[in-house]
């Protein structure tokens, strides 16, 4: 389809650009024009959210400010008058996913001529997939990007009552607004935006190209923010950031992260735990703190990604197998029963089977406590895309495999030694494969499900663990010590 007026289409060239200007901390930038108020009165919304917990938490500011224009959530999307899809471009298999379900709409909207299906998030970033909208799913009339959620009163005037088909995606650095509305999903658990974008540039990774660059929110905000949020109830808070362990170098905070992290914990909410780390920024700082406040859970996702250090330069992660495994081994001395996570991707262009050894060789010296495995995809835009993608589907499949059965035994063998320890747990609610039980997480992460009665959501009791599954746990509550 040929571009209309007023459309902003994605550029991946321009949004790999970093300049050394400071980024703008926007304080009043988000406003809801008057022609806007109440365009969602008597009209309802279905948001649906694919991907990690970036998203999450930028769904819950679409929600917010949805229904700041008066819109209500609905789970029936047929139902639905305005149809959102927050989209993740990491991988091929959720785009095709979020395509699918796209293409299932087209029936709603051949029967239903207001409806609004929009397309925004990472997969909104991307000049193929836009593309791929534009001229296959042409029943999608509103598309915008992960730097313009402010604008989305605007761009829903546009569609609803002007009946334009709107394209805005900005390809750019990006900014800080912190005066975004928020509609919280949890009610005892909370996402806190510690900074935006990234700028490792791992060369398989299309997130520096959809998230703009590494910018830092103000210390103050965050802690507000967090100090809010226990006011409110909450018991648990994770500072977010696609790499957190660059916080604040931007602003030229003294400490950086690991200095926000003490901060956040002398607010004294119940539990405090971060995501992404990448292994390159993670700081003896940062583990003396993590070490040093009751607070900080013992609990790290430490992506590691490949057990070969030539493998691990293609990808352009700037650490090699060695330095990952010292800074693992600081880690698990300094923070007693720490649990660790990690992400490996197999079938990397051009690995061979001695480097996937490697790679189970990682594997058989962390023990880590969970695995996200992924086959190697090519993201259009980055340059392992231009690498050849020789290593066949049915080799990767088999590496897979065989790297799931050997941290899965690990995770097992760790989860036993929980077998007859009691453990504090944050209850979530009813299990939902038991309404008889209850579930919550430990503050090593682990999933535990346990039976008994007068527990609620967002209470920390303590449990006795009564057996091990390879991802959960299961036990009983302690009622003398709960009381």
């Known amino acids: 389809m040929k571009q209309q007026p007023g459309w902003v289409l994605p550029n991946l060239r ?26 969602g009165r008597g009209k309802y919304y279905y948001l649906r959210t694919y991907g990690c917990q970036a998203n999450e938490r930028d769904s819950e500011t679409l929600a917010g400010i949805l229904e700041d224009l008066q819109f209500t959530p609905t789970k029936d999307v047929a139902k639905a008058d305005l149809i959102l899809m927050n989209t993740c471009a990491v991988r091929k298999n ?45 029943h999608v009339n509103l598309i915008f990007g992960t730097h313009n959620l402010h604008r989305l009163p605007e761009l829903l005037y546009k569609v609803m009552i002007g009946h334009e088909k709107c394209v805005e995606v900005y390809s750019k650095e990006g900014d800080v607004i912190e005066n975004l509305p928020v509609h919280r999903f949890g009610k ?40 809010t949020l226990k006011q409110e109830g909450y018991r648990e808070i994770t500072l977010l950031g696609q790499n957190v362990n660059a916080y604040g170098k931007d602003l030229g905070i003294e400490g950086g992260f690991a200095r926000l992290l003490a901060e956040t914990a002398k607010t004294g909410i119940d539990r405090i735990r ?13 583990i003396e703190v993590i070490a040093t406040y009751d607070n900080i859970m013992p609990f790290i996702h430490l992506p590691v990604q490949s057990g070969d250090s030539d493998i691990l330069k293609i990808m352009g992660r700037r650490y090699t ?35 996937f050894e490697h790679t189970m060789d990682i594997v058989d010296y962390c023990k880590f406590d969970n695995a996200f495995t992924f086959i190697y995809s090519p993201r259009e835009g980055t340059p392992a895309a231009q690498m050849e993608d020789n290593v066949p589907m049915e080799v990767k499949q088999k590496r897979l495999t065989r790297l799931n059965e050997r941290w899965n035994a ?9 077998e007859g320890k009691i453990v504090d747990v944050l209850v979530d609610g009813p299990s939902k494969k038991n309404e008889s039980a209850y579930s919550g997480y430990t503050d090593t992460n682990k999933l535990v499900n346990f039976t008994g009665e007068g527990v609620q959501s967002g209470d920390i009791v303590k449990v006795k663990i009564t057996q091990a599954r390879t991802w959960s746990l299961h036990g009983e509550l302690l009622k003398e010590e709960n009381k």
Not at 126 to 131: N, R, Y
Not at 410 to 418: S, T
Request: charged residues 30%; glycine residues 4%; aromatic residues 10%.
């Open 14 to 39: 321009e949004a790999q650009k970093r300049t050394h200007q400071d980024s703008k901390i926007e304080r009043a930038l988000f406003t809801i024009p008057a022609q806007c108020q109440g365009i």
């Open 274 to 286: 971060f995501t992404t780390s990448h292994p390159w920024d993670f700081s003896d700082e940062m």
């Open 188 to 227: 005892h658990k909370a996402w806190v935006n510690i900074m935006y974008g990234c700028d490792k540039f791992c060369t398989y990774c299309i997130v520096p190209y959809t998230r703009g660059k590494e910018r830092s929110r103000q210390i103050e905000d965050i802690l507000d923010e967090v100090r």
């Open 94 to 138: 959720a785009e095709d996913k979020v395509l699918g379900e796209i293409g299932h709409f087209k029936q709603l909207a051949q029967n239903r001529e207001d409806l609004v299906i929009g397309v925004c998030g990472c997969m909104a970033q991307e000049e193929s997939i836009v593309s791929t909208l534009l001229t296959t799913y042409r």
């Open 410 to 418: 690990y995770a097992l063998e760790k989860n036993k030694k929980y």
């Open 321 to 355: 197998i060695e330095e990952y495994k010292t800074l693992f081994d600081k880690i698990m001395a300094r923070i007693p029963n720490c649990a660790v996570s990690t992400d490996i991707i197999v079938g990397f262009p051009n690995e061979s089977d001695e480097q």
